[in-house]
C-alpha cells in the first residue's frame, strides 16, 4: 500500500491521535511536499506490515536501480586476470544463460565454466536481478580447477607427434 503525504515537522503532539484507524485511508493519494535546498519534491509513504508508516525508501544505489525490471544490462567479465568482454544481456536472466553466452566468446563449456560474483561462486539457475547484478557490474569468470587438470593430463599423455591422446589411461595400474 502506498500513500503520499504532506511532511509536517512540528506536530509531534498531535502525531498518535492523527495516524490512528480511519485517518490513514484519508490520507491515501495526498501530494506532500518539502522544501531543501530550494529543491521542491515529493514524498511518498508505504505502510509496512507491521503497520508502521514510513517513507518509501528509493531503490536507487551505484547509479543503478537493484530491484525491477532494467531491460538489457552490460555486464563486464573478467578471464584470465588480463581478458575482459562486456556482455549485453537481458537483466531477468540466469546465470546459466550468461556461461552459454560466455562459452561462445571463451570456446569454453558452460560445464567448464565457474562464475563468480560479489565473492560468491553463482549457480545456474540463479538469476542476475534477485543476486543484485546491475548494469556496468563485474563478474568473474575461472575454469573448473578439475576440468583444467583432466586436460593438461590428457595433453601430457598425448601421442609424441600426433597431438591425439593415449588410447588407454595416463597412469600405470600395478597388479599383484
Do not use: C
Amino acid at each position: 500500500m502506498m500513500m503520499k503525504l504532506r511532511s509536517k515537522k512540528s506536530s509531534k503532539g498531535s502525531r498518535s491521535s492523527k495516524l490512528g484507524g480511519g485517518v490513514i485511508n484519508n490520507l491515501k493519494e495526498k501530494k506532500g511536499q518539502y522544501s531543501s535546498n530550494g529543491l521542491v519534491g515529493e514524498i511518498q509513504w508505504e505502510l509496512r506490515p507491521g503497520g508502521m508508516l514510513v517513507q518509501k525508501r528509493e531503490s536507487i544505489s551505484d547509479g543503478h536501480h537493484k530491484s525491477g525490471y532494467q531491460g538489457t544490462i552490460t555486464i563486464r567479465v573478467s578471464y584470465g586476470g588480463a581478458q575482459w568482454f562486456e556482455i549485453p544481456i537481458e537483466s531477468t536472466s540466469t546465470f546459466g544463460e550468461l556461461k552459454m553466452v560466455l562459452s561462445m566468446v571463451t570456446s569454453l563449456e558452460p560445464r567448464e565454466q565457474r562464475l563468480l560474483f560479489r565473492g560468491k561462486e553463482r549457480e545456474d539457475t540463479e538469476y542476475l536481478h534477485m543476486t543484485g547484478v546491475g548494469d556496468r557490474d563485474k563478474v568473474l569468470l575461472l575454469e573448473d580447477p578439475a576440468i583444467k587438470e583432466r586436460k593438461r593430463l590428457l595433453l601430457l599423455h598425448a601421442v609424441p607427434g600426433s597431438g591425439q591422446p593415449m588410447a588407454g589411461p595416463p597412469f600405470q595400474t600395478i597388479s599383484v
